[in-house]
């Protein structure tokens, strides 16, 4: 872990002009990932932007009427019992408390757990000679490597790592909006475009610009508070990553589905959602059978490596459980 | 031996004597140490698992702030070898010593350490440290390498590894395939990952006297290794540990770096401490090595076993031959004429194996105990039923009757705990209400019991204080209570009145802690001591000019309650304290003095368990979580019920681990480790402790063992636990999972 400055700015313009003066910065929000990270030596900034000071923590209804705005810096473990978000998003709080342990979601922030990075143990350890992602160009170590944990879906042969994240899942599942800040004024991210598939540059884990800060995440109004649910499934029954989760988000009206949105985790460089598979769902009683033909939909085309090939057949029992659960 | 007093205190449940300068951070381990003018270390490690180091580049490092030196091999004294006692092939522990070659034998070996003002400087400048190899042939594929095998023929200089009796060979070729068993099970590398790091604070007095600071399980050894070493007189080495975070097999033995830790203190003259990081306990304190084990089982038509055969295929490091030692135990669990145990070891290009949790026998028995369930299913016989109609009356493996054993009451006992008997024998025939499938398993549990030599020293002083002295070891599994337990029963002394210490050299010896055989080797010592001191005391009372008890028969006094007293004339009872003050003493001391006598050589010394677990089985996920376990030991007398029970529960859970989670992932491409942290290294949390769980003793003493009966139960709860798992996992699924750890996707879709 190198030497570095230390600044604490009060207001966003402040952390925006310090982000620009000094490119090789970084924001400090909860620092449960960064410091993490620093002291494996994948991150070596030579300043710290800490942001905590910013506010940025609201959890408030939109003026619209149902929908939530809730701040970069807000808690997990806040964000995950607040009653708005237990109320009309249990989906999100689900995903957050199945996410890390009460300390890491304590300090943890929504904006950092946007920006959270793969677990893909070749990209953790700068020792390992080959990724794409640390070091581009430097090969994949993970492709023959022990990829238990990797991508099934939407994967490159320059890097098949995963995106760690059981929130962001939930946010995808939710639609979420990213509000970012940045030299030229405020824009907003749908979640389906802020993380992206590795590519030919699996450098990049997001469309955020290394000038911009996360101000926000907002949640539609839900069509349905019943209806959703995060399944989660891993090797322990506590703190431990995802090996494959899934965040299902149903409107139900007369028995009949009439929303659907899915969204897998652990199998992709993003969370994954598949909307022609989620249109299978549209008006349909819900059904084992089509529930398999959805899961079907949604992992086409997967493709596994010599250790994860269970993936496949696991993310489908995960959708179809899933989906069962959440429709009954 | 003469009865104690005060025969309350032995065998009662006792809180740790230790426990609140634990919670409340009072209790100093090796890296709290102050000391003026410390210097921190911090490892550079190689970045290869195999050939030589061409050039350490650390022009940066030296310049960077804090660093006062670093010490590679260019500057490394000269270490002195480690004599055949510490270094012979087999004993655990590394004896090579660090920065004196330039070969580089696996990932994470020290080549240098930074030493600076402060952790962070130190680190920060050894990751500016580029080191340029010449890459060598790269041995890290177990299978791939196992036509190179050797058949080392013991490990730790006395686990045979190559035995057999009968005729194996021809059991099998005469026994129709339906009564044999013929698998192959698997375990993978595994890390002891006890929460306290290495940890050590080197600081010289002069050029010939040394102390170290040490999270050590064993200091005499520490003191032996750092003595040769350095070619120091023994006397001149003083190695300290008051309390071990947990070692669970490391921390023992010869690793580099508290050599290294002394060694960058001689060079810049002053105390310097290094403390290992998580990831450096994958690489740089031994680990468990992989095991392959090819079993075969063969019945008679009886369902008694006619044969059987393992062969363990392990690795070791490159520069040293400990071989885990998983066929062991196989000789002699069950009765059977005809047996072939085989070890072949391979070098690889991995970090140096040593003991962990039950060394050899928690994989070994893992394969027996699935292998055993495996032959139930196949003679249409109840698990249990099979171990009892197998039960070995004597040890067959040396022809020597055991010294106490009750298996068959853990048998009985446990079944009836658990319920046993209404256990339907086809597999995937129970789900619970969330449609999860229940399974029901059990297994054998044994660990051998030993006592090794020990001796300690106690003191009385004229305020009434005991103190105890004992080169002994406090892991966080309760010797400081159990000695002053010990103490407090003999004396007749009530136990706040006694302080127990240990883990410093300068104190009588006693051996390693290790192989569950503390409380078996020092109690005796620590009992004796108290005779002696008794025997010193009541001359006091009885003889000279100012015996309070003159003319009191010697066997008609009576230590208790902190007095000394008779019934048989009227003379009021005197405190300990106040006999040494009448009679103008200071203080009184004794030594005392134990080890193995003649029963060992007559007898063979186990402790045995039964456990029964169950488990549920998601289907469609795999995930399995255990439901409940009912644990019955048979390990001797029970010194303490609440700390024997916590070790039991720390064991079991300890084996549930071992069958759902733990394994470190070697790269097989680098040799590197790919989850050498506790994030991606699995060991149980608290929700994965089932919520059921009965742990029971028999609490028989052993009449051949010294001083209480006592065998030992460190090790043994994690034996057979594994096996339990896998078993109940079978019995849910219908699936056989012979590949440890058991994790979600070898189970996908059952």
Redesign the interface.
Same mark, same amino acid.
């Given at each position: 872990m190198n030497a570095f400055a230390y600044v604490r700015p009060k207001d966003l313009d402040s952390a925006l002009s310090l982000i620009r003066s000094t490119p090789k910065a970084r924001f400090l929000a909860g620092g449960t990932n960064l410091l993490d990270l620093w002291k494996m030596g994948v991150e070596q900034p030579d300043t710290l932007i800490d942001i905590n000071r910013l506010g940025l923590s609201q959890i408030a209804e939109l003026p619209d009427g149902g929908g939530l705005s809730i701040g970069a810096l807000a808690r997990n473990s806040d964000v995950a019992t607040h009653s708005l978000v237990t109320e009309r998003y249990p989906v999100l709080s689900q995903a957050l408390l199945a996410g890390a342990s009460p300390q890491l979601r304590n300090a943890a922030t929504v904006g950092g757990n946007l920006m959270q990075r793969t677990r893909c143990y070749y990209f953790y350890d700068p020792n390992f000679p080959c990724c794409n992602k640390r070091d581009p160009g430097s090969g994949c170590g993970a492709l023959n490597g022990f990829n238990r944990i990797h991508a099934i879906l939407g994967q490159s042969d320059q890097c098949i790592a995963t995106n760690p994240s059981d929130m962001c899942v939930a946010l995808a599942a939710l639609e979420a909006k990213i509000h970012i800040t940045g030299p030229s004024g405020e824009r907003v991210i749908a979640i389906a475009d802020f993380h992206r598939l590795p590519g030919e540059q699996p450098e990049l884990d997001t469309t955020l610009r290394p000038d911009e800060l996360i101000t926000a995440v907002d949640l539609p109004a839900p069509a349905d508070t019943k209806h959703n649910l995060y399944l989660k499934i891993r090797d322990r029954s506590s703190f431990a990553f995802a090996l494959v989760s899934a965040a299902i988000v149903l409107g139900i009206g007369e028995g009949q589905i009439t929303s659907a949105r899915i969204a897998l985790g652990g199998v992709a460089h993003k969370p994954w959602r598949v909307p022609e598979a989620e249109a299978m769902l549209q008006g349909v009683k819900p059904d084992r059978a089509t529930f398999e033909k959805v899961a079907d939909r949604l992992l086409q085309g997967a493709h596994a490596y010599r250790y994860n090939q269970y993936k496949i057949p696991l993310a489908r029992n995960v959708v179809v459980r899933g989906l069962l659960a959440a429709s009954a | 031996m003469a009865m104690p007093d005060n025969p309350t205190v032995i065998g009662t449940p006792r809180q740790r004597v230790d426990g609140k300068a634990k919670v409340t951070g009072a209790a100093i381990y090796a890296a709290d140490v102050k000391t003026d003018g410390i210097a921190n270390a911090y490892l550079i490690q190689s &970045?290869l698992a195999s050939g030589r180091v061409i050039e350490i580049d650390q022009s940066q490092a030296e310049k960077m702030?804090g660093v006062f030196a670093i010490l590679t091999q260019r500057n490394a004294p000269k270490l002195q070898p480690l004599p055949e006692e510490l270094s012979a092939n087999g004993l655990p522990g590394e004896s090579r010593l660090p920065f004196q070659d330039d070969r580089v034998y696996y990932?994470g070996q020290h080549l240098g350490v930074v030493i600076a003002e402060t952790f /962070?400087q130190a680190? !920060?400048a050894a990751?500016s440290v580029r080191v340029r190899y010449q890459p060598g042939e790269l041995r890290t594929d177990l299978e791939g390498f196992a036509q190179q095998a050797i058949e080392p023929r013991l490990a730790l200089g006395r686990i045979k590894l190559q035995d057999k009796r009968g005729d194996v060979d021809w059991v099998w070729a005469n026994m129709p395939q339906d009564r044999l068993v013929d698998a192959v099970y698997s375990t993978p590398i595994e890390n002891h990952n006890p929460i306290e790091p290495g940890a050590a604070l080197a600081i010289w007095e002069d050029q010939d006297h040394l102390t170290l600071h040490v999270s050590t399980r064993g200091v005499d050894l520490t003191q032996r290794v750092l003595a040769a070493a350095f070619g120091l007189l023994i006397q001149n080495v003083r190695v300290i540990c008051p309390f071990i975070g947990g070692h669970f097999g490391s921390k023992g033995f010869s690793w580099s770096y508290f050599i290294v830790a002394a060694a960058a203190a001689r060079l810049i003259n002053r105390p310097v401490r290094l403390v290992l990081t998580r990831s450096q306990m994958f690489d740089s304190m031994g680990q468990r090595a992989r095991t392959v084990q090819s079993f075969g089982l063969a019945a008679d038509e009886t369902g008694k076993l006619a044969a059987l055969k393992h062969s363990t295929l392990t690795h070791s490091s490159m520069v040293y031959q400990y071989t885990e030692p998983a066929g062991a135990l196989t000789r002699l669990l069950y009765a059977c004429p005809n047996i072939q145990i085989n070890h072949r070891l391979v070098q690889l290009n991995y970090t140096t194996p040593c003991p962990m949790r039950a060394p050899g026998e928690a994989p070994g028995i893992f394969a027996l105990e699935s292998a055993m369930d495996e032959l139930a299913i196949k003679l249409n016989l109840d698990p249990l039923e099979l171990r009892l109609r197998n039960h070995a009356d004597k040890d067959d493996s040396e022809q020597k009757p055991w010294s106490s054993k009750h298996l068959k009451e853990c048998y009985d006992h446990g079944a009836s705990k658990f319920g046993w008997s209404s256990r339907n024998p086809h597999p995937a025939s129970a789900r619970d209400k969330d449609g999860r499938l229940v399974g029901w398993g059990m297994a054998t549990a044994i660990y051998p019991a030993r006592q090794e030599p020990a001796a300690a020293r106690i003191t009385l002083a004229n305020d009434g204080s005991v103190v105890v002295q004992s080169a002994t070891h406090e892991a966080g599994t309760g010797t400081y209570t159990a000695m002053t337990q010990f103490v407090s029963e003999n004396l007749g002394v009530p136990m706040e009145q006694v302080r127990f210490e240990l883990g410093d050299t300068q104190f009588p010896h006693a051996p390693v802690n290790g192989g569950s055989f503390l409380t078996a080797s020092v109690a005796p010592a620590v009992t004796a001591a108290c005779n002696n001191l008794r025997d010193k005391l009541i001359s006091l009372a009885l003889d000279g000019p100012a015996a309070p008890f003159t003319g009191v028969a010697r066997g008609d006094l009576v230590l208790a309650d902190g007095r000394i007293s008779t019934q048989k004339k009227s003379l009021p009872p005197m405190a300990l304290a106040d006999v040494l003050s009448k009679t103008n003493n200071q203080q009184l001391v004794a030594e005392g003095e134990a080890g193995p006598g003649d029963a060992y050589q007559k007898f063979a010394f186990y402790s045995f368990g039964a456990v029964f677990v169950e488990v549920r089985v998601d289907p !469609?996920?795999?995930?399995v979580?255990v439901a409940r376990v009912v644990g019955v030991y048979d390990v001797g007398k029970i010194i303490n019920p609440m700390l024997a029970r916590s070790q039991l529960l720390g064991g079991i859970t300890f084996g549930i681990g071992m069958a759902?989670?733990e394994g470190t992932?070697p790269?097989?491409?680098?040799g590197?480790i790919?989850? #050498?942290n506790l #994030? /991606?290294y699995?060991v149980? @949390? #608290? &929700? !994965?402790v089932p919520p059921e769980f009965t742990i029971e003793f028999l609490d028989i003493p052993d009449p051949n063992m010294a001083d209480s009966g006592a065998r030992g139960l460190g090790e043994i709860g994690i034996v057979g636990t594994p096996a339990a798992v896998a078993n109940a996992i079978y019995h849910a699924t219908g699936k056989r999972i012979r590949d440890l750890p058991i &994790?979600? !996707?070898?189970l @996908?879709?059952v």
């Open positions: - | &970045t702030p990932q /962070e680190r !920060d990751a !469609d996920f795999g995930e979580r759902l989670m992932i790269d097989i491409p680098t590197r790919v989850n #050498s #994030s /991606e699995h149980p @949390v #608290s &929700t !994965d &994790t979600p !996707d070898k @996908v879709g």
